[in-house]
């Protein structure tokens, strides 16, 4: 037999390295490291076969296993999978900036800024670090900077309060005609008396609203005084537990003899007796009964505060006693322009209804008056703008062009 033949063999090496336990991605993780190709009995001519083809290659198997094994595997550098890197630890350390003297800045304690507090913050560590003002000196000295501003709003206040005082007994003559008027029902009187008192209020420029404007104006600065000390003793700030003064050396707690709370109770309730000048408090109505309880009330809540409030508090009242007597003074008061007061007898003027029935009264002619008010103003508006709007039409002709009569003529019977 007669056979032709050339043979190429294909001899490959894999290695697995399974991902998972699951037989179905084996094919995925196979990789072909080494390829070797084997020339093996390749001719082209034709020889003569002694032997059935089925026995050449059998006999042939073992030279092609002894080439494979012969072959050197080389080692691949993707013949294994390294791990992974272990992470860096990142190691964060909070910087702290301190001043000369060693105290950690507020800008990295992470008060200050430019809120309220934040500005009220900015003072205090610039008296304390550069002034080298212990903390409690610190306080008081922010206190006096903070009413010093506001001291022309004290002295406008003063002055309505004092005019006030002086025409009370006409304003309240008012008030019980007025009172007089509604409880008849008549409409037209009551209205007619509102109109009077909003006038001559208006003339001797008395305002209700102006009394209320200096509580008004001050509880934004109290507030932001009092989150920005509570925030520091909070914290704490640790100079200031060594910055207070006799029996309160630590700020950031309460007064444990409780000698503060009672200091400030005291002060606020002469505050509001005194007033600006003497009978003030007469001239409230009806808030000088709030006003008279307020102290007793907030004293149970003071007691915890810590000394950087309370420190601050009895500063505040302090600085309001100094600013009435010195609004008392003859020469202060004329280089003011402040008027005099006219002291009367308020209490034999009239006649004490109790705190409900006054409540009441002045809740209801207050209504009044407002209401009036307000119309007064509408009307003001509607006659302004009618003055300076189109003419505005209120005929279905122009009655200034005269219009032919038609004639109508009729025969009269002889």
Same mark, same amino acid.
């Given at each position: ?84 890197? !272990? ?19 507020? =800008? ?71 009172? =007089? ?82 200091? !400030? ?148 019977? =002889?």
């Amino acid at each position: 037999e007669i056979v032709t033949y050339r043979h190429i063999h294909l001899v490959t090496q894999g290695k697995k390295i399974p991902r998972n336990n699951s037989l179905l991605d084996l094919h995925r993780n196979y990789r072909i490291t080494e390829i070797s190709l084997v020339r093996y009995a390749s001719t082209n001519e034709t020889t003569e076969s002694e032997t059935p083809a089925s026995e050449t290659i059998t006999n042939e198997t073992p030279a092609i296993e002894t080439i494979i094994n012969e072959t050197p595997l080389q080692n691949s550098p993707y013949d294994e999978i390294p791990d992974p890197p !272990t992470p860096i630890q990142e190691i964060i350390e909070n910087i702290v900036k301190v001043h000369p003297n060693g105290e950690p800045t507020f =800008e990295s304690l992470g008060l200050g800024g430019w809120t309220p507090t934040g500005i009220v913050h900015n003072f205090l560590e610039f008296m304390h670090i550069n002034l080298d003002m212990p903390w409690w000196l610190a306080i008081v000295i922010a206190t006096i900077c903070a009413r010093s501003l506001l001291f022309p709003l004290v002295i406008k206040t003063q002055k309505n309060m004092i005019r006030l005082t002086n025409h009370m007994p006409i304003i309240q003559d008012f008030n019980i005609r007025l009172t =007089e008027a509604r409880n008849c029902g008549d409409h037209m009187q009551s209205a007619q008396i509102a109109t009077d008192m909003m006038k001559f209020m208006k003339t001797n420029k008395i305002s209700f609203i102006q009394n209320v404007m200096m509580p008004l104006v001050q509880a934004p600065v109290f507030i932001s005084f009092f989150f920005a000390l509570r925030k520091m003793a909070n914290l704490p700030v640790e100079s200031l537990k060594d910055g207070g003064f006799l029996w309160l050396k630590d700020l950031t707690v309460y007064d444990p003899y409780y000698i503060m709370p009672i200091i !400030t109770s005291v002060t606020m309730f002469i505050t509001i007796e005194l007033g600006t000048d003497g009978t003030s408090i007469h001239a409230m109505g009806v808030m000088r009964y709030v006003l008279r309880a307020l102290p007793f009330v907030a004293l149970p809540f003071m007691l915890h505060f810590p000394g950087t409030i309370l420190t601050y508090w009895v500063a505040t009242n302090t600085i309001s006693l100094v600013q009435t007597g010195f609004l008392k003074i003859p020469r202060i008061k004329k280089a003011l322009g402040m008027p005099s007061m006219i002291k009367r007898d308020l209490k034999a003027s009239t006649k004490s209804k109790g705190f409900v029935n006054e409540v009441k009264e002045s809740w209801t002619n207050m209504k009044i008056t407002k209401q009036l008010s307000d119309r007064e103003r509408a009307d003001t508006i509607q006659f302004n703008s009618a003055g300076k709007g189109p003419i505005v039409k209120t005929f279905k002709y122009n009655p200034t062009k005269q219009k032919q009569s038609t004639t109508v003529f009729t025969k009269s019977r =002889e």
